[in-house]
DNA sequence: ACCTGAACACCGTTCAAGT
DNA sequence: ACCTGAACACCGTTCAAGT
């Protein structure tokens, strides 16, 4: 008998040919699950009932498939609507894009290291610009949608990380200790606010700073 | 005569022992020079002319070098000054902040990924806290200061990543195809924006945005 | 106490060979 | 075209053995 665990595929393909979009699929699915940089190709290979190397050949390398899928996962976002006031607008659709990201762990993370440069979200990106450049924002819309955007998959990925508790240094363990501590104050309060975990009020009160600090600008340019 | 390269280090030790601090020193060194994640445990023990398993004796795990390493960058920090105006303090230490980071490469990410967990910014954390609190923000103020510092650290962790550009779609190169694009306005602007390359343009933005943002909350509370 | 050196259990990726 | 299956060159980590 051989020895030591299956290192292939358990059932080989006795199925139609896979293709691309069934690779891309099938990552989704295990990023819905574990996250992004959860699952490996040896895993989506299980996933699939194939080698890994069929990976390659349809689709590339890993990076490559999560590029796929994290434009897939921007493709679910709302897009912003252009018949409303730009604030309005873009409350709507950057609650969308909390509530879609947080169905698939680790994209905001992606999109905040590696920026938006997925197909599915240049189009998004173009309505933006021209939204804030034409609510009186000019040459300065690029820069602001820049730090718009950083700011909120930042604070999504923020969130998805403390709710995980995965790292070495929990944040909530070591700010636990000066939960009551009367020589650090600050921390004290700081502890509180994470102890009390609500992610959608960050969340909120990030987006609103920072859109009442464009608001500000519009009226200062 | 053995084949392969070698896998251990080339020279002996016959050297005075290790201890933690020299592994944290010697980390520190290789993340200025390749960045965070750039090193491997492997090449640590290189540095130090020693076997991978004695970086486990002092220090730990990777993970628990990496922390290491943070920590004593964060140090490097200058405090808060609580004799000046909070917003002219906030700035000078932002300021500050990013010039140690970008020396630094990768521990921006790290901090925006895993949260300011290290001893270094426990000290910084409880005054920024209560500067904010005293400057009229109150309860607000660990929310607040939690805002502000993820986006300082994200900015300067984007900034990084342009400069870096080693992710497999590198952001100019996607946004450059609508440079002049009649159809696509705002891509065009994000694509003259994101080549003129200003960083230093970016993290002021959007700082002093999330500035205005407290401040205007500040009135209001 | 500190270091040696091999070994383990993983990775992503490549490639010649099969059908 | 698509899939097989082994192999390569890495990782982080562990551990018995040496001094």
Redesign the interface.
């Known amino acids: 008998m051989p020895n030591g665990p299956a290192r292939g595929p358990r059932i080989l393909r006795n199925q139609p040919p896979l293709n691309a979009d069934q690779v891309v699929d099938a990552a989704v699915r295990l990023t819905h699950r574990y996250g992004l940089e959860q699952w490996t190709i040896r895993q989506l290979g299980e996933e699939l009932e194939c080698w890994p190397s069929v990976i390659y050949h349809h689709v590339g390398t890993r ?2 498939v999560v ?1 796929e899928v994290v434009d897939r996962v921007v493709g679910m976002v709302r897009p912003l609507d252009e018949s409303i006031p730009w604030r309005q607008s873009f409350e709507t659709t950057l609650g969308d894009l909390r509530i879609v990201l947080r169905h698939h762990p680790g994209v905001a ?1 992606w999109l ?4 938006p ?2 197909p599915a979200a ?1 189009r998004g ?6 939204i804030l ?1 034409g609510a009186g924002l000019g ?9 718009l955007l ?2 909120a998959v ?2 999504i ?2 969130e998805e ?2 709710a995980a508790g995965e ?5 909530r363990e ?2 636990g200790e ?1 939960r009551d501590s009367a020589t ?4 004290a ?2 502890s ?3 102890d009390k975990c609500d992610f959608d ?2 969340y909120q ?2 987006i ?7 608001a ?2 519009m009226r200062a340019v």
């Open positions: 990076d490559a590029t993370r905040a290291v590696t920026g440069v997925v240049l990106i173009d309505r933006g610009v021209r450049a040459d300065e819309a690029a820069i602001a949608l820049t730090v950083s700011s930042q604070l990925a923020v990380n403390w790292s070495l240094s929990d944040i070591v700010l000066y650090y104050p600050g921390l309060a700081m509180s606010f994470v009020a960050l009160y990030g609103v700073r920072v859109l009442d600090g464009i500000e600008r």
